[in-house]
């Protein structure tokens, strides 16, 4: 059971260069999320899925888009990456809940720099 | 305003000392009330979770909601310096699906 796994784990762009960012989860969860981190900002939410074949946008979704053509992966993409999206990607994963709280398992996150 | 304000820190303590982190919150609609932790390199993991207002106590750990004064704190007793690490608290209005994050605060525990 490898949990949230991300792919790649580092990678450096250049301004205008356009990449991929893979998620999979193996714990059968519905929700995924993709969030990035930036120092003195803490963990903003980019775009969610609550299932397979839907997507919806968190805080920062601009210069981002995301497929969930499958339960259990969930992609990340920048279309023409910019130097403010330097930053670690975390993807995280999560059951649905009716009532309560469900833990969100995290990956190890992606470091990206866009020169 | 953020709606989540958390220092940042860094926080430094002798091991074994009693460690405070707080998290302020704008929103009086929240209702749960996570802390999650954070080792350097890698992804979060959730600590503790409350509902509401009040205590929440699990082995050195210690978890506090005070909704009147939009406050929340996590209290680490016998600190060890395995307890360093970045800690986030992170808030939901619903159901724990979509989390509002604070920017974390490093804390240092030295041997």
């Known amino acids: 059971n490898a949990g949230v796994t991300q792919t790649p784990k580092f990678r450096v762009l250049k301004t205008g260069q356009s990449m991929t960012l893979l998620c999979a989860q193996d714990m059968n969860h519905e929700y995924m999320y993709w969030y990035r981190q930036d120092p003195g900002m803490g963990l903003r939410l980019i775009h969610y899925?609550?299932?397979?074949?839907?997507?919806a946008k968190g805080e920062v979704p601009d210069g981002y888009n995301v497929s969930r053509l499958k339960k259990q992966n969930f992609l990340l993409g920048l279309e023409s990456a910019a130097p403010s999206q330097t930053s670690v990607y975390f993807c995280?994963?999560?059951?649905?809940?009716?009532?309560?709280?469900?833990?969100?398992?995290f990956g190890p996150g992606t470091r990206l720099l866009v020169l | 305003q953020k709606e989540v304000e958390q220092d940042p820190g860094p926080l430094s303590v002798p091991e074994g000392a009693i460690v405070s982190l707080n998290c302020t919150y704008s929103n009086s609609a929240f209702q749960y009330f996570m802390w999650y932790r954070q080792y350097s390199r890698k992804g979060p993991e959730l600590l503790m979770y409350t509902y509401s207002s009040g205590n929440k106590e699990d082995g050195r750990f210690t978890a506090q909601v005070d909704k009147s004064s939009k406050y929340i704190s996590l209290f680490i007793r016998d600190s060890q310096p395995s307890d360093s690490a970045t800690y986030l608290c992170a808030l939901d209005l619903e159901y724990g699906n979509k989390l509002v994050f604070g920017a974390g605060t490093i804390l240092r525990v030295k041997s």
């Open positions: 995280a994963s999560s059951y649905r809940v009716l009532a309560g709280v469900e833990t969100q398992y």
């Open positions: 899925s609550v299932g397979e074949g839907t997507t």
